[in-house]
């Protein structure tokens, strides 16, 4: 740890008294953000607890009193579900495969971390393996499945993507209404009410009044749509699954263009020989750029699905 994490986890330790144990640790992220940094609250003389992660950038720049307020006001309604803890360390090749799920990630901003672990090539993306070992409304504890783990339980690639498939399938679709969330921003806006507008964008999640079955939507209308899962975490590998773009597309009548938000969600809208593949790619760059986090990228461009070829290529 460097000097200034050992003087936040040691403000972090002063917060919260002598009762509980603080640790502060490097966490391997991707190669365009490096390390970050995780911090943890075990209570009661356990040793497990919740983790917190700041970025090197964040303690570098951050105020030591502040990052740790951060640090404990984000942990202290944050509660691991004692029996999962107890999981891993039954962990079993029937365990991964019953709990193993799709994450969609960047390719090459994680060439570092795709050394380590199995993974599925998705176009220039990646789809790697997470076994979830606890989850609630808004967060899941979970591990990415590395290659020791397949190597040691003889799992085969096939055993393990059938799995993932099977179990992300069971999280489920949300398809979401962006340009009806738009409308409704704006008109907000206009009325003076920036307050709800601005909660529209922060979340956590989108209001399930903009969510719509795939069959119902009207993507030939030139509508925008967001693809997730019923949490909205670690949702754009529905994205990846058999059939799902295609039924998106009959839907369409056509092609669609998909933008990679993040590795929560997908945008996706129906291709027209109008649309600018520059305007496309510099959108997605922009939002890169200023609202999503950089571990959370997964490219810099965008995306056609050819409906003819049912296939995924660079716009």
Same mark, same amino acid.
């Given at each position: 740890?460097?000097?200034k994490v050992e003087e936040i986890v040691a403000k972090i330790q002063e917060m919260v008294g002598d009762g509980d144990k603080v640790s502060g640790f490097d966490s391997f992220k991707n190669n365009r953000s490096g390390k ?107 591990? !990415?499945?590395?290659? $020791? ?8 690639? /096939?055993? *393990?993507?059938?799995? @993932?498939? %099977? ?114 790619? !510099?959108?997605?760059? $922009? ?8 571990? /959370?990228? *997964?490219?810099?461009? @965008?995306? %056609?699905?050819?409906r003819d070829l049912g296939m995924l290529t660079v716009l």
């Amino acid at each position: 740890m460097t000097k200034k994490v050992e003087e936040i986890v040691a403000k972090i330790q002063e917060m919260v008294g002598d009762g509980d144990k603080v640790s502060g640790f490097d966490s391997f992220k991707n190669n365009r953000s490096g390390k970050d940094v995780g911090f943890s609250i075990y209570k009661n003389g356990k040793d497990f607890g919740p983790v917190m992660y700041l970025s090197v950038r964040e303690i570098a720049e951050g105020n030591v009193d502040e990052l740790a307020e951060r640090v404990v006001h984000d942990l202290e309604d944050s509660e691991v579900d004692e029996s999962a803890v107890s999981s891993i360390d039954a962990m079993s090749k029937d365990y991964i495969l019953q709990n193993v799920v799709y994450r969609l990630i960047g390719q090459k901003t994680n060439e570092k971390l795709l050394t380590e672990c199995p993974y599925k090539p998705f176009c220039d993306m990646a789809l790697v393996y997470y076994v979830k070992i606890s989850e609630s409304r808004d967060n899941y504890m979970s591990f !990415r499945v590395r290659n $020791e783990h397949v190597d040691g339980f003889r799992i085969t690639p /096939e055993e *393990l993507d059938e799995a @993932a498939v %099977r179990n992300t399938t069971a999280e489920g679709i949300s398809f979401h209404s962006v340009t009806d969330m738009n409308r409704d921003m704006m008109l907000l806006r206009i009325a003076g009410r920036i307050e709800e507008a601005e909660a529209l964008i922060r979340g956590p999640r989108i209001p399930a009044k903009y969510d719509v079955a795939i069959e119902d939507a009207d993507i030939c209308g030139g509508r925008m749509y967001s693809l997730t899962n019923h949490r909205q975490l670690n949702g754009a590998a529905m994205v990846a699954l058999p059939g799902v773009l295609k039924l998106i597309a009959d839907q369409a009548d056509g092609d669609l263009v998909v933008f990679p938000g993040s590795i929560h969600e997908v945008n996706i809208c129906r291709y027209t020989p109008q649309i600018s593949r520059a305007n496309c790619n !510099r959108t997605v760059r $922009e939002a890169n750029r200023h609202t999503v986090k950089p571990d /959370e990228i *997964l490219s810099d461009h @965008a995306y %056609r699905y050819r409906r003819d070829l049912g296939m995924l290529t660079v716009l």
